[in-house]
């Protein structure tokens, strides 16, 4: 079996079991194969090929078996951070929330423990905000989301975290 093969076959196996999204050095062990510079070349030869899809720096999808577009932001959202608490707050998840009328389209705004950043990706914009607050005074106020499988802010916190932020407030309802 070719190496594009089997790496086509490692994406479809890992969109059935609810993945899609990896960075190469993952895509590197699954294939059993070092992690070189020619190993990374095999990969943006993929990208040329229109096999692999670059949604962010370092991180690929098969353009033939790719993740649910619904549920994909939030996979990304998970490999970009992972390893550092990240949840669904401010105008996103107060939009999710119904305490903004404005539905936000094509951004998802994420407090987190690691960098702030704003990364675009083929499914929308990620705003990583980061939070100075301690794990103590968040993790009563967030849920977990199953079907992003992400953990979202209450509504309280959400806007805790706007005002933390010093963003507009000024769009709240009543």
Same mark, same amino acid.
């Given at each position: 079996?070719?190496?594009? #093969?089997?790496?086509?076959? +490692?994406?479809? @196996?890992?969109?059935?079991?609810?993945?899609?999204?990896?960075?190469?050095?993952? !895509?590197?062990?699954?294939? #059993?194969?070092?992690?070189?510079?020619?190993?990374?070349?095999?990969?943006?030869?993929?990208?040329?090929?229109?096999? !692999?899809?670059?949604?962010?720096?370092? =991180?690929?999808?098969?353009?033939?078996?790719?993740?649910?577009?619904?549920?994909?932001?939030?996979?990304?959202? @998970?490999?970009?951070?992972?390893?550092? !608490?990240?949840?669904?707050? !401010?105008?996103? =998840? &107060?939009?999710?929330?119904?305490?903004?009328?404005?539905?936000?389209?094509?951004?998802?705004? +994420?407090?987190? @423990?690691?960098?702030?950043?704003?990364?675009?990706?083929?499914?929308?914009?990620?705003?990583?905000?980061?939070?100075?607050?301690? &794990?103590?005074?968040?993790? *009563?106020?967030?849920?977990? #989301?199953?079907?992003?499988?992400?953990?979202?802010?209450?509504?309280?916190?959400?806007?805790?975290?706007?005002?933390?932020?010093?963003?507009?407030?000024?769009? &709240? *309802?009543?």
């Amino acid at each position: 079996m070719r190496k594009t #093969d089997k790496l086509l076959a +490692v994406f479809a @196996k890992a969109v059935n079991a609810g993945g899609g999204i990896h960075s190469a050095a993952e !895509l590197a062990f699954m294939l #059993d194969e070092p992690y070189t510079s020619a190993f990374t070349k095999f990969l943006a030869d993929g990208v040329k090929k229109g096999i !692999l899809r670059r949604v962010v720096t370092g =991180q690929f999808e098969s353009t033939l078996t790719p993740p649910a577009p619904a549920t994909a932001i939030y996979k990304i959202i @998970k490999k970009m951070r992972s390893g550092v !608490l990240n949840y669904i707050s !401010l105008e996103s =998840q &107060l939009s999710h929330t119904g305490d903004i009328s404005q539905v936000i389209m094509g951004r998802v705004t +994420v407090m987190t @423990k690691g960098r702030s950043g704003t990364f675009s990706t083929p499914y929308g914009v990620i705003e990583f905000v980061h939070t100075k607050k301690p &794990l103590s005074k968040i993790a *009563e106020n967030v849920y977990f #989301d199953p079907e992003v499988s992400m953990y979202r802010a209450t509504a309280e916190q959400a806007i805790a975290d706007l005002k933390s932020c010093n963003r507009n407030i000024h769009m &709240l *309802e009543g």
